[in-house]
């Protein structure tokens, strides 16, 4: 779990306020337990003492560390609240380092405290090669439906990422065109 930007009050198995310490700002901690006192969810992240989970937020590493919103993608950012914070433009690039869990749902952390719904963005890692076309080579988008444009066979193409899109790997050979990489 993570702080965010106020520091966290630390709480002992009754509920009350421990008054000489407190979680720092944009911290990470774990934790091993969780209860319920009096209607209130609290981790424990040392012996006896635990915090409010309205304080703090879940979150797991990923190994997707490069981001990019959707073309025709909603780019809305929520804090760890899920309040909104701001939108940011399509088709712009963000790297992440952890998705947390925020009302249940999933979210690419993009900065300290702002957000964005996994299902709104793709994530994609560099891979920049030169793609040579051996047939007729049909293009796709983003979400991996097919153009009505196809690359001519026996040219040469530059690439710039590797996406995943519903399990097939498909290479960016522009803007919001991709290729299939078992096809190249």
Known sequence: MATTTKKVN???????????????????WHSD???TYNGQKYYRVAPNEY???SDVYLYKNTDTSLVSIFNDGDGSLVDYLGNEARTLSPATDWKT???ALINGNEYYRLSTNEFI???KV????????NLNTINK???????????DVKLPKSRSYKTDRIVNINGA??????????VKADEI
């Not at 421990?18 to 979680?23: A, V």
């Not at 790997?169 to 991709?178: E, I, K, L, Q």
Request: charge should be negative; aromatic fraction near 14%; proline fraction near 2%.
């Open 33 to 35: 337990q969780e209860f």
């Open 117 to 119: 719904e996994i299902n």
């Open 97 to 99: 380092d952890r998705i």
């Open 10 to 28: 630390l709480y002992d198995d009754q509920g009350n306020l421990i008054t000489n310490r407190g979680l720092d700002i944009n911290t990470t």
């Open 169 to 178: 790997n498909y290479y960016r050979v522009s803007t919001n065109a991709f």
């Open 51 to 53: 915090v409010k989970a």
């Open 122 to 129: 793709q994530p994609y890692m560099d891979d920049f090669e």
């Open 137 to 147: 080579t049909n293009v796709y988008d983003e979400h991996g439906n097919e153009l």
